[in-house]
Antibody
Framework: QLQLQESGPGLVKPSETLSLTCIVS??????????WSWIRQPPGKGLEWIGS???????NYNPSLNNRVSISVDTSKNHFSLILTSLTAADTAVYYC??????????????????WGRGTLVTVSS | DIQMTQSPSSLSASVGDRVTITCRAS??????LAWFQQKPGKAPKPLIY???SLQSGVPSKFSASGSGTDFTLTITSLQPEDLATYYC?????????FGGGTKVEI
């Protein structure tokens, strides 16, 4: 059974770039039909979808992040990554990696977040 | 963006109670809706997909319904372990959006 684990710095300075990796274990990242995704949650607040990548190259990002985000997959290392640039204090959050798996319900495909990492807290502060 | 509005934002109930949470989408999302349970300090856990289909391994005390813009999540026989914040999420349109959450206290 696949498991996801986020990896990256816990503290980043304002204006710098955040780089996070989601390590996929328990199987090959290529074995699952999935949209590999990132979601974040500021302390005490709700969930915000950051973006997803599908088929290794097709990406969708949240426009609220103003083109500061990039998601990629490295099948050789069995992980996918998040890059977020020009950080401010507002980017302080728990960052989750997740898989949007697919289930077919009465011939209709439903892509939903069925697998999550445990999350990693990223603090943006000087 | 599709706004997802949950009500109430918090509720207090007793052990054994039946609890209902509502979620309203700013435009129709068909049945492309999921529900998640998030316990303090933990990652969200999927409960429901396709508006009413129970995720494997989730107890049948959780049920959900709805289509279009109005959805509900019901928890029967509330137990202390159900203390959590519950989120709805639409996945019909990008950007994918979540409701603001409903905190269930016991």
């Amino acid at each position: 059974q696949l498991q996801l684990q986020e990896s990256g710095p816990g503290l980043v300075k304002p204006s710098e770039t955040l780089s996070l990796t989601c390590i996929v274990s328990g199987g090959s990242i290529s074995s699952r039909d999935s949209q590999w995704s990132w979601i974040r949650q500021p302390p005490g607040k709700g969930l915000e979808w950051i973006g997803s990548i599908y088929n290794g190259a097709t990406t969708n990002y949240n426009p609220s992040l103003n083109n500061r985000v990039s998601i990629s997959v490295d099948t050789s290392k069995n992980h996918f990554s998040l890059i977020l640039t020009s950080l401010t204090a507002a980017d302080t959050a728990v960052y989750y990696c997740a898989s949007r798996g697919v289930v077919v319900v009465t011939t209709v495909s439903h892509w939903y977040f069925d697998l999550w990492g445990r999350g990693t807290l990223v603090t943006v502060s000087s | 963006d599709i706004q997802m509005t949950q009500s109430p934002s918090s509720l207090s109930a007793s052990v054994g109670d039946r609890v209902t949470i509502t979620c309203r989408a700013s435009q129709a999302v068909s049945n492309y809706l999921a529900w998640f349970q998030q316990k303090p300090g933990k990652a969200p856990k999927p409960l429901i997909y396709a508006a009413s289909s129970l995720q494997s391994g989730v107890p049948s005390k959780f049920s959900a319904s709805g289509s279009g813009t109005d959805f509900t999540l019901t928890i029967t026989s509330l137990q202390p372990e159900d203390l959590a914040t519950y989120y709805c999420q639409q996945y019909n349109y990008f950007p994918l959006t979540f409701g603001g959450g409903t905190k269930v206290e016991i």
